[in-house]
């Protein structure tokens, strides 16, 4: 940026991938604050970010907070299924598109009401892979013309209940794992005198790649071989129900980032299935199974937070692989089923946080480095660097300094230095590192160890959060998430950090973040102005993210706000429901912990004080209260001042 050409909106869309992740659902305002774009059209509605935290701040909501904009999320489920239809129609293909939303992508009840709501307009319906999420699916998924697809290991009950489903109307699909559980399922059908429809989950040889390549591939923990799935038939045959057997099924992963890999996976899946019909099975549906990603890295590759591909290339190859392979064997076409759940769910979802503070432990600070003869040779050498670094030699001054640095500490160790003379050579060492930071910053090249003390050198921003609760893949796998300011767009950030949650956790940090290339160590941020707040948000949260969070440090679940467009309101939006989070008495609870005991224990506590008369009885009555009063709010930090 140049007094000619001072910063823009446009060069913060740029510095933080907003276009490249956002899927035209994120923007910036001519105030510098970002924005939603619901139906992904800048000229409006707009809903202001900022203006849904003034709203939640009145009515005296804590941060962090979950926005939930559930526009979003009706937008993609819209956006799945007429993709699909558009290319079946223009493809001639003659079977139906009939997707379903795997529950354990987000189980909340919100978002599959939503899902369900729209997907009332389509044939969409619901997976599930357990048993608590198959009484969520039965209860929900009304929809007649829509699938239940039920996966997962079964027991009796979980077969019960599924039939159960069939009697009170719903299409429901069992799809076979392991090749016991049909004689399971053969017998509660006698006993239910019930026909159920299977299917029958096919492990295939090819893997996708990803974090999850283990869900494919020979020794994949779902799934049947093809001598299994040969054997299935045979028994289903002899015992006359292979008229049951009426869907094909493979899943090779999540968050599949080669299409590539895609490919392989529906050329063999393609081709067991006609196969399974030259052999008189009468299969009906094709599923083929989650796998599909998100642009979380903004690079569109094959690396893992990212993807090669669009929705549109991924449903493309779908439906054409599948329509070629068919016709070349003369097949009937089936209908396609996928469970595509994270590409509906990650973008409705983000998590908004307060920054409450920052930490640089290694500032420049102010140290002569006059020759002094007194000085002992140790700080001769680190004074002697520091006045001959420049931008040819930094690399040699700072393997120098390195050195020095440790020497130092090894003689304090060793009492040849005192604690000043330390405290001179550390000063020293982090004002040359910071220097030749300054140096480097434009040049295309830098060695990877200068490069790494960016990272090093970079502000801690506080932020009131749980990585652990809130964002655990980006703990647990380095999953980059997007992280943008929320306010000062139009501004450019002149600082550089690294995130710290409030868990005391040495892990609960964040140092990857979105760049260019896809993966910087620092994030671009402003700096902390007094009295006014700086909000960061965290988004593609929605996809596992809502659900997969932990009780690190008893940090519960974050208070919900959920928004809704309204074009004729001044503002764009309405807020249609606020859920509390977890208060502490909640989480306590959730590990064994009687709150009202606990209260009543630190109330004998004070009036034994009392009568000791070690505390006022005025005060005694308020030190209660207050501990009854935390015991009930939220676990994250008050943002009063």
């Known amino acids: 940026m140049t007094q000619n050409n001072p910063w823009t909106s446009e060069d913060s869309l740029n510095t933080y991938q907003i276009p490249r992740w956002g899927e035209g659902y994120f923007g910036i305002n001519n105030s510098g604050n970002l924005c939603v774009y619901p139906d992904k059209n800048p000229a409006g509605p707009i809903m202001n970010i900022k203006d849904i935290i003034d709203e939640v701040k009145k009515e005296g909501l804590e941060f962090p907070i979950v926005f939930r904009f559930h526009d979003i999320l009706r937008s993609q489920v819209k956006k799945l299924n007429e993709t699909f239809n558009e290319t079946i129609k223009e493809a001639n293909f003659q079977g139906e598109y009939c997707g379903v939303y ?16 729209i997907g009332m307009d389509y044939r969409y319906g619901l997976e599930a892979g357990s048993k608590p999420e198959l009484l969520t699916v039965l209860a ?13 290991y079964k027991d009796r009950e979980y077969i019960e209940l599924a039939l159960l489903g069939r009697q009170i109307g719903r299409d429901v699909i ?73 869907l094909f099924h493979f899943h090779v992963g999540s ?26 099975a009468p299969i009906e549906y094709f599923d083929v199974g989650g796998g599909v990603g998100i642009n979380y890295d903004g690079t569109m590759s094959n690396s893992s937070s990212s993807t090669n591909y669009t929705l549109d290339d991924y449903i493309g190859d779908v439906v054409y692989i599948l329509k070629d392979i068919c016709d070349l ?38 140290v002569d480095t006059t020759p002094n003869d007194k000085d002992k040779l140790i700080i001769k050498k680190i004074k002697a660097l520091s006045t001959e670094l420049n931008e040819k030699n930094y690399q040699d001054i700072y393997n120098d300094a390195c050195i020095i640095k440790d020497e130092a ?3 304090f160790k060793l009492g040849l230095i005192n604690l000043t003379e330390r405290s001179i050579v550390e000063s020293l060492y982090w004002n040359i590192c910071n220097r030749i930071i300054e140096m480097t910053q434009d040049e295309e090249y830098v060695p990877d160890e200068i490069r790494s003390l960016k990272s090093v050198l970079a502000d801690k921003y506080l932020c009131n959060f749980s990585l652990f609760q809130s964002a655990p893949d980006a703990w647990a796998i380095d999953q980059i998430l997007p992280i943008v300011p929320i306010t000062r767009l139009n501004e450019q950030p002149t600082n550089e950090c690294t995130l710290a949650d409030i868990t005391c956790d040495s892990d609960g940090k964040i140092n990857h973040f979105l760049g260019s290339d896809g993966n910087r160590s620092t994030l671009p941020v402003h700096d902390l102005k007094d009295k006014e707040e700086y909000y960061l948000g965290l988004f593609l949260t929605g996809a596992y993210q809502d659900i997969m969070g932990d009780m690190h440090n008893l940090f519960g679940r974050l208070n919900e706000v959920h928004v809704y467009c309204d074009d004729e309101d001044p503002t764009d939006f309405y807020i249609e429901e606020i859920i509390k989070g977890n208060s502490a008495s909640d989480v306590l609870e959730i590990m064994q912990y009687n709150s009202k005991e606990m209260c009543k224990i630190i109330k004998v506590d004070v009036d034994k004080k009392i009568k000791e008369g070690k505390i006022k009885p005025r005060r005694g009555v308020k030190l209660t209260d207050f501990y009854e009063k935390s015991i009930t709010g939220y676990t994250y930090l008050s943002s009063e001042k």
């Not at 992508?105 to 939503?114: D, G, K, M, P, S």
């Not at 059908?189 to 999850?212: C, H």
């Not at 049947?224 to 038939?233: A, F, G, K, M, N």
């Not at 076409?333 to 998590?351: D, F, K, L, M, Q």
């Open 102 to 117: 795997p529950i354990k992508v987000n189980q909340l009840r919100e978002v599959i009401e939503e899902i369900t709501d």
């Open 140 to 152: 929900y998924n009304k929809n007649p013309r829509s699938l239940t697809i039920l996966n997962g």
């Open 174 to 246: 069992i799809v076979v794992e392991k090749l016991s559980e049909i004689h399971t399922i053969m017998s509660v059908a006698a006993e239910m005198n019930v026909e159920p429809v299977i299917g029958v989950r096919a492990k295939l040889s090819t893997k996708a790649g990803g974090k999850w390549s283990e869900s494919s591939g020979d020794f994949a923990k779902f799934g049947l071989s093809v001598p299994e799935i040969l054997d299935l038939i045979q028994l289903l045959k002899d015992e006359d129900k292979l008229h049951w057997l009426k």
């Open 255 to 280: 968050q599949i980032p080669d299409i590539r890999m895609i490919k392989e996976c529906l050329t063999e899946g393609a081709r067991i299935y006609t196969n399974l019909r030259e052999l008189g």
């Open 329 to 366: 064997n003369n097949t009937p076409h089936p209908n396609i089923v996928s469970e595509t759940g994270r590409a509906i769910a990650a973008h409705h979802s983000c998590v908004i946080t307060n920054v409450f503070g920052k930490i640089n432990l290694t500032d420049k600070r102010v």
């Open 409 to 411: 500490i090894s003689g």
